[in-house]
Structures are given as structure tokens and as C-alpha cells.
């Protein structure tokens, strides 16, 4: 049960961050690797502001506001100054290494004994504690069905239909009068807002910050994204954004399983690594055979 837990926690919390990469690789088509900076950002935003004695609430809207800005700014690079996508967000990426450790103080930082959005007042009274571990997937469910609920309403809007022609027809963008520049930009602010958001909610869940938490997150959303679409590509009443999701859970699922199997804890890297390759070629090997 505990596993089961575990695998749910961790899920739901990089589904937060998949949703987002969601946008940039199947939605813009853009490598943004932005979101190894963006995700920490979003850590170290809320661990200062949660020492500082604001509501920890708050602190995921502040968390959202400050990660979309960075996309914005991987926009602009990108947009305005003629910077090569891949290049502009790992330009910021780098840039906001400096950033986070500025932000949060210094590169580990814990908070134990403070209010969080999963150990308050609120929920001590509607919760036992004997329940804690399933306190903690509710809430993480409760604000991944908000985000998912939000951003499929936003996808519906015009700005979200314009969002989906700039990854798939650029050209019918720009007949429309629209600057397809600043949809990109829109679109990147989301996706960066989004995996601040999810490095709140980690930060808040594990109760410290560290500084390289978010290394390898563009990896991790990645597979999320493939797994889910993927699995679910022919079945249409499963939306992409619930898709992405359960391929977020599917994704903590296996390499738990790994680990389980003997694998050591300091081999998650090698085994997100090889687990994602293993996803890229099989994914790429059944579209060979579906084109055959």
C-alpha cells in the first residue's frame, strides 16, 4: 500500500509539470529545456515565501506567476532576439540555476516543522492522521484535476485554438492578423507556469528545496507526455491532458518497479534514462509499422 501510495504521490505531482511540457512538445513542437530551471524555480520561490509566514496557499498562485514569467522571457529570446528555440531555453535554464540559489538562500533548504497545503489546520480537522499518506494524494488529485479542468477550458478558448494551429500551421496564424511570435509566447508562459507550480507542490510534499531538484525534469516530462499519448492515441473519448497524466503514473510506476527489482536509489537518473529511450524507440517502431 505504501508503494501504491508512493507511486500515486510522486506521479501526480510531475503530472503537474508533464502538462506543461505537454504544450511544448505536442502542442508548439518546441524543445524547451527551460522547464530544468522553471521546476526548482517554483521550490525556491515557495520555500522563501513559506519561511517568510505566508499562507502556502498562495504560494502555488506566486509559484505559477514567477514560472510563467521565465517562459515568457524564453519567448522573448527566442521570439524577439532570433535565438534558436533549443538554445533559448537553455539559456535560461542556466541562468536560472544562479537565480534559484539566490532566490531560496542556499542550495538546501528545509522546512519540516511549518504549515504546508498538506499539514495544516484545515486539513488536521478533515483528515486523520492515521491517513496521512492518503491525505496527501487526495490533495495532490484534487489540485491536478483543477489544473487539468483549467487548461482544457483554456485549450477551447480562441487563444487556445490559436495556441494548437502555431505547432501545427504557422502560416494559418499569421492569415488570421495574429502574431503567431506572441502565441508562442503565451503558450510557453503556461508551460513554464505550470512546472513551477508542480515544483511548489513538490517542495511543499517533501518539505525541503534542493537546488539540482529539478535536473533532468525535461527528461521525466517527456516520457510522461509519450507514455500517455501514446497508450492512449487510438482511444478517443481519453482526453490528451488526462492521458498525460496517467502516462505521468504509469512512468513513477515503472521505475518504482525498478527500484523494487534491486536497483539502488542513486541509479534513478540511469534508470529515467534508459527507460526513456526504451519509450522513444518502441514509440518510434510502432509508427514505422503503422506507415508500412
Known amino acids: 500500500m505504501s508503494i501504491i501510495l508512493g507511486v500515486l504521490e510522486e506521479g501526480l505531482v510531475y503530472a503537474i509539470m508533464a502538462l506543461g511540457v505537454y504544450i511544448t512538445y505536442k502542442i508548439l513542437d518546441f524543445p524547451d529545456?527551460?522547464?530544468d530551471g522553471t521546476f526548482p524555480l517554483g521550490g525556491a520561490v515557495t520555500v522563501t515565501l513559506i519561511l517568510a509566514g505566508l499562507n502556502p496557499m498562495a504560494t502555488l498562485f506566486i509559484a505559477f506567476a514567477i514560472g510563467a514569467l521565465a517562459g515568457c522571457i524564453t519567448g522573448f529570446i527566442h521570439v524577439k532576439l532570433k535565438v534558436r528555440d533549443l538554445l533559448s531555453g537553455i539559456i535560461v535554464m542556466t541562468a536560472l540555476y544562479s537565480v534559484n540559489l539566490r532566490v531560496a538562500g542556499k542550495a538546501n533548504v528545509p522546512f519540516f516543522n511549518v504549515s504546508t497545503i498538506f499539514e495544516n489546520s484545515l486539513v488536521t480537522r478533515l483528515f486523520p492522521a492515521s491517513l496521512s499518506g492518503v491525505?496527501?494524494?487526495?490533495?495532490?488529485?484534487v489540485i491536478v484535476f483543477v489544473v487539468k479542468f483549467i487548461l482544457d477550458q483554456y485549450l477551447k478558448t480562441r487563444s487556445g485554438y490559436l495556441l494548437r494551429a502555431v505547432g501545427?500551421?504557422?502560416t494559418l496564424v499569421t492569415s488570421l492578423a495574429k502574431d503567431r511570435g506572441m502565441v508562442k509566447i503565451v503558450g510557453l508562459a503556461i508551460a513554464n507556469g505550470l512546472a513551477a507550480l508542480a515544483g511548489s507542490v513538490y517542495c511543499q510534499q517533501k518539505g525541503f528545496f534542493e537546488i539540482s531538484m529539478g535536473t533532468g525534469t525535461i527528461v521525466i516530462g517527456l516520457a510522461n507526455v509519450i507514455i500517455g499519448t501514446k497508450l492512449f492515441k487510438?482511444?478517443?473519448?481519453?482526453?490528451?491532458?488526462?492521458?498525460?497524466?496517467i502516462g505521468s503514473i504509469i512512468y513513477k510506476a515503472c521505475?518504482?518497479?525498478?527500484?523494487?527489482l534491486g536497483m539502488e536509489a542513486s541509479d534513478l537518473k540511469l534508470i529515467?534514462?534508459?527507460?526513456f529511450l526504451a519509450i522513444l524507440v518502441l514509440s518510434n517502431g510502432r509508427e514505422k509499422k503503422v506507415k508500412a
Not at 135 to 141: F, G, K, Q
Not at 255 to 260: C, K, L, P, Q
Open 272 to 275: 529515467t534514462s534508459v527507460l
Open 33 to 35: 529545456l527551460s522547464v
Open 168 to 170: 501545427d500551421n504557422e
Open 234 to 245: 487510438r482511444v478517443g473519448f481519453v482526453k490528451s491532458t488526462t492521458a498525460v497524466i
Open 255 to 260: 521505475v518504482s518497479f525498478a527500484i523494487f
Open 135 to 141: 491525505t496527501v494524494v487526495v490533495i495532490l488529485a
